[in-house]
């Protein structure tokens, strides 16, 4: 096995990994209003979610071969790598991919311990784009479109991580204004559990969105290396292997469940009831696949988090804004600090140089990422205890909810919302 | 066109299919079970449960309303099924069908 090949294989590895942590990484966006509203258990919520990324993986017929093109200039406009970067049987392209999806993984992996909703999507391109500067100097990176078209990294990434949340609160938040002035009047005489419907159908279509976009993406990156290495030759199919593993790797790591991120997600950036969440979730769905249907790139994680702030602020429930600076800061550093990550690791491959330096890049990973596993064994956070009332009361700092009890939801009390959290889906008969 | 220009457009767009999707198929679902308690009578025995039987006519607006709901949810579906095959949703014929980019 020749130096190309063994990286080729660490490359294939590490892609699969980072699919599996884009997989638990993203469980919340979809899930993390259901749990916390009760319209799904835990462990339903999840599982329900990785038969849908599975599904929603399978959809991707279409090669995301160009994911790169976004950020660095790795790839012609088909999809297959730059020539001149093909020496050595495609060592540099595999290289940089390699140091590229490392740096996205350390990413994913630090937010996950830390509980924050960060964009798995801005990990990656970060890595890649950090990889990318370091293997091609400045001159590799694309920083913004042609003028026809938002591309690079501030058309792609920058503009759209600050505009993304601003849309999905403004949805949610009228969403969540117009069900509640609807249904306030009777609110006495309906069941939450209809809310709840409302919330998993869109939850669901959240799921298979994000199946379809995100898995495409590693079966994209994977496809290149193996373009790169001379293992494969078409730009308009990809191997199925490649397919089968990636989306097996996505709903692996959705049926893990982040439940870190769930329970920042769903229980500490604002208490939601099921009107609410229902608001927020079709809001998430519908801002995802108009961005998807429109051209326009928007990250799942900032949608999804907007949104429940929307759904939150549309009722005047109190939002621990000091948990929603953590995801600001969270999504501010993302890209730049995947990117220093991925450069680093690109550095110290090629200082070692051959299979040898992609093999210690792949060790750091696995070290760091054992590390990762432990730490977060110290503090457990799982399907038993994704609901439990949020501590930190005292953070709450919206003067108007000053004195609010944190279970309580706001000025309403015409239902029996101030459960909502431990609470079971309704069990009421209509008839 | 430069880049706050095509920022501009891409996110007004998207926030406008947002408000009517996202806030306004919510707002549908609402209204469907808004509808269905109107002429009906409600009483919740000592149990908690909730019993009432709503008119035949709000039976079939709300119905109607959910259909919308439906339909909607059928176009976030297309438009899932179209990213992935590489293709897009039209909306030239108004109902919606898949097309090749």
């Known amino acids: ?431 | 066109m430069n880049t706050l220009q095509l920022l501009l457009k891409g996110a007004s767009e998207v926030l406008v299919a947002g408000l009517v999707f996202g806030a306004g198929l919510p707002f549908v679902y609402a209204v469907a079970l808004r509808v269905l308690t109107i002429g009906s009578t409600a009483y919740a025995d000592p149990s908690g449960e909730i019993h009432s039987t709503p008119r035949m006519s709000s039976r079939l607006f709300a119905a109607l309303l959910i259909a919308v709901v439906v339909a909607g949810i059928v176009v976030g579906m297309m438009i899932i099924v179209a990213t992935g095959f590489g293709k897009e949703v039209s909306f030239a014929n108004i109902y919606p069908t898949i097309v090749d980019k």
């Open chain 1, 1 to 431: 096995m020749d130096a190309a090949n063994i990286t080729l294989v660490l490359v294939i590895v590490t892609a699969l990994a980072f699919d599996f942590t884009n997989g638990f990484h993203d469980t919340a966006n979809a899930m993390a209003a259901s749990i916390s509203t009760g319209a799904l258990k835990p462990k339903v919520a999840v599982g329900l979610s990785a038969v849908l990324n599975l599904v929603g993986a399978f959809l991707s017929v279409q090669v995301a071969l160009t994911v790169t093109n976004a950020v660095i200039n790795l790839q012609t406009k088909d999809g297959a790598p730059n020539p001149e970067l093909l020496a050595d049987g495609g060592q540099a392209v595999l290289l940089i991919i390699l140091a590229g999806l490392a740096g996205g993984i350390l990413w994913n992996l630090f937010t996950w311990l830390l509980g924050l909703p960060s964009s798995s999507s801005h990990a990656l391109l970060g890595g890649l784009t950090g990889a990318g500067a370091a293997g091609l100097g400045w001159a590799g990176v694309k920083w913004s479109g042609d003028g026809t078209k938002l591309d690079g990294v501030v058309g792609k990434i920058l503009l759209p991580s600050m505009i993304s949340p601003v849309i999905a609160i403004a949805v949610a938040f009228t969403g969540c204004w117009l069900v509640h002035k609807v249904t306030e009047s009777v609110m006495h005489r309906l069941e939450e559990r209809y809310f709840r419907y409302g919330q998993v159908g869109s939850a669901s279509l959240v799921s298979i969105a994000h199946g379809t976009n995100d898995a495409q993406k590693t079966m994209g990156v994977m496809t290149l290396a193996l373009i790169a290495s001379g293992h494969w030759t078409s730009t308009t199919s990809i191997p199925v292997w490649v397919k089968f593993s990636a989306a097996t790797a996505i709903a692996a790591g959705t049926y893990l469940g982040g439940w870190r991120i769930i329970r920042t997600l769903g229980k500490g950036l604002v208490d939601i009831t099921p009107r609410q969440g229902m608001s927020s979730d079709g809001s998430t769905a519908a801002v995802l696949l108009s961005a998807s249907h429109l051209g326009f790139a928007l990250s799942t994680t900032h949608v999804a988090t907007g949104s429940v702030l929307g759904g939150g602020l549309g009722r005047g429930t109190p939002v621990r804004w000091s948990t929603a600076g953590r995801m600001v800061t969270a999504w501010a550093t993302t890209f730049p600090i995947a990117a220093l990550m991925g450069a680093l690791m690109w550095w110290i491959g090629d200082s070692v140089g051959g299979a040898v330096g992609a093999s210690v890049v792949f060790l750091i990973l696995a070290g760091f990422s054992t590390w990762i596993f432990r730490s977060s064994r110290r503090e457990h956070v799982g399907a038993d205890n994704v609901n439990d009332e949020w501590e930190k009361a005292a953070e709450i700092t919206s003067p108007a909810y000053e004195h609010a009890p944190v279970t309580h939801t706001g000025d309403h009390t015409d239902d029996d919302e101030a459960e909502h959290g431990r609470a079971e889906p309704t069990e009421t008969k209509t008839h």
